[in-house]
Every structure is written in structure tokens, then in C-alpha cells.
């Protein structure tokens, strides 16, 4: 299709895509505005989303990620983390998210009320453990006691680890060697 027939389409001047008018006399380019550009996907209905995935050549790389995902009960149980302590993918829900850079992350699904307002029942957390943690970072953690739970990072040593609780900022000191992972909490979904 040429550039003319596709503004004619889409209910605009012909000539409004043509090459003499996509540059300037001084040889920059003219971008299309934002509403000539929300007309033409109008007419197509498509997305915004889905006219920047047609900016990657590779047809995976438009398709997003697919983030395992668990809630944070279930995480608990033995079985769903490996010998590495990354999720064993068959056994966690997989939820298309956006390509992210940490091919090891997961999502965790609150499924309490214990840690409202800050995180509600039903949000996701996307955990990376590839993340280095820092102080005053938001993480998901599973200590020797089996249950996964979610802090903020005061300090780590090589011996103590002390985790502030979420919403009454209570310290709480651990054996660093007692927690089996620790995962910065890099975005959460409301």
C-alpha cells in the first residue's frame, strides 16, 4: 500500500504521507503528529501496543515474556523452586508481561490481606532475583521457616540479615545463611 492510499483510508489528505512532505527543505524529517498517527491505527484497529511491536524484526520479541506466577501460599510449598532456586516454569501459571531483561524473574500473586495498604489481595509482584539488593529495597524472601513473605531490606551482613516488616517497619534480624532466597520486588501491579 502506498503512503497516499493509507492516509486516504484513514480519512486524511493523500498527500499528507507523501515523500515531499515527510522532508524538510532542509533535509530533516517530518514525523507524523500524534493524531494523524492515532487516526491510521484507528482505521486499523490496532493498538498502540501493537504498532510498536511492529517495530522488532524478530516475531518472539513482539510476543512479551511470559511471566511464571504463583501466590505467594503455593510458593511456599517445596517443589516449585529448583536446586538454583529459580520457579520450575511448568509449575507456575505463565502471564504474558512485556520483555524483560532478567530472564530468570516471576511473579508473585498476594493472595492476603495481610499486607494492605501497601500491597492489595490479587496484586502482582514481579520478583528479580538477578537484581542486586539494596538498602531500603522492597524484596520477597523465603527464610528456613518454609513461608515466602515480603520485607524491605535494612542491612545484610555476611552473618545477619535485618528485615524491616512492610507496614510497621518492625526490625527483624535473621541468620543470612538461614534464608534459602531473597528476590528484589522490581514492579508491582495494582
Not at 11 to 34: C, H, I, N, V, Y
Request: net charge neutral.
Amino acid at each position: 500500500m502506498t503512503p497516499s492510499r493509507l492516509a486516504q483510508m484513514s480519512g486524511l489528505d493523500p498527500a499528507l504521507l507523501s515523500q515531499g512532505r515527510r522532508k524538510r527543505p532542509d533535509g530533516t524529517f517530518r514525523w507524523p503528529s500524534l493524531e494523524t498517527l492515532s487516526r491510521i491505527l484507528n482505521r486499523f484497529d490496532m493498538t498502540m501496543d501493537d504498532f510498536s511491536g511492529l517495530m522488532f524484526g524478530d516475531p518472539a520479541a513482539k510476543a512479551g515474556f511470559m511471566l511464571p506466577c504463583l501466590n505467594l501460599y503455593a510458593a511456599s510449598d517445596d517443589g516449585h523452586f529448583d536446586k538454583n532456586n529459580l520457579p520450575i516454569r511448568s509449575k507456575w501459571l505463565k502471564v504474558d508481561f512485556p520483555d524483560l531483561r532478567d530472564p530468570n524473574c516471576f511473579g508473585l500473586i498476594v493472595d492476603t490481606d495481610r499486607y494492605e495498604p501497601v500491597y492489595r489481595e490479587n496484586d502482582l509482584l514481579v520478583c528479580s532475583p538477578a537484581h542486586q539488593v539494596r538498602r531500603g529495597d522492597r524484596i520477597a524472601f523465603k527464610a528456613e521457616d518454609g513461608y515466602v513473605r515480603l520485607a524491605t531490606m535494612v542491612r545484610q551482613s555476611t552473618f545477619t540479615t535485618d528485615l524491616a516488616n512492610i507496614l510497621t517497619e518492625d526490625v527483624e534480624t535473621l541468620p543470612t545463611a538461614s534464608l534459602i532466597w531473597t528476590a528484589r520486588i522490581a514492579w508491582a501491579r495494582q
